[in-house]
């Protein structure tokens, strides 16, 4: 889907699925690619390792409310001791691109990072709640076009991208 598109920089996720992602797309043009820890997957403290059944079953309890939550305690619970919230995560996404946008100015540039990242910055935009917006709801490969100045964002495209119907 990005054959036909011109990036004039390439940046991933430092983890090794995001990078040899980056790494097959930036190959096609030429690209090296960037990595950086502010585009990783959430840090989950001393959780990290476990598989996504074991987390949930860990921490249950704070799970079995986050549908009559509203979006800005979802944004903020804390989900396990240590572990980041959305409102973290969004704010090291955000630092990086908007570094990404005032350097690259009117240039396309590669990003690849994570699902819980994309989701995250989906839902601060706007695109979607996190009632029509689950756990399932970015294939992988998904990608999504933001336009941006550095200051201003908009959800241009996506593609892999799932939601259920607007609650």
């Given at each position: 889907h990005l054959e036909d598109v011109h990036f004039d920089a390439a940046y991933?996720?430092?983890?090794i699925r995001a990078h040899?992602?980056?790494?097959?797309?930036?190959?096609?043009?030429?690209l090296v690619v960037n990595t950086t820890e502010l585009l990783r997957e959430r840090y989950f403290s001393k959780l990290e390792g476990?598989?996504?059944?074991?987390?949930?079953?860990?921490?249950?309890?704070?799970?079995?409310?986050?549908?009559?939550?509203?979006?800005?305690s979802y944004f903020t619970i804390q989900r396990g001791e240590g572990v980041e919230?959305?409102?973290d995560i969004y704010q090291r996404f955000m630092t990086f691109i908007r570094e990404i946008?005032?350097?690259?100015?009117g240039k396309n540039i590669l990003v690849v990072s994570h699902?819980?990242?994309?989701?995250?910055?989906?839902?601060?935009?706007?695109w979607g709640t996190h009632i029509n917006f689950g756990h399932d709801g970015i294939d992988?490969?998904?990608?999504?076009?933001?336009?941006?100045?550095?200051v201003e964002f908009q959800v241009e495209k996506t593609k892999g991208i799932n939601k259920i119907a607007d609650v």
């Open positions: 991933s996720s430092d983890l040899k992602t980056a790494k097959a797309v930036a190959a096609q043009k030429q476990t598989t996504y059944d074991e987390y949930i079953k860990i921490n249950e309890h704070l799970f079995k409310d986050l549908q009559a939550m509203t979006l800005e919230t959305d409102e946008g005032v350097t690259y100015a699902g819980g990242i994309i989701r995250s910055v989906l839902l601060h935009l706007g992988n490969t998904a990608y999504v076009v933001l336009k941006t100045d550095g």
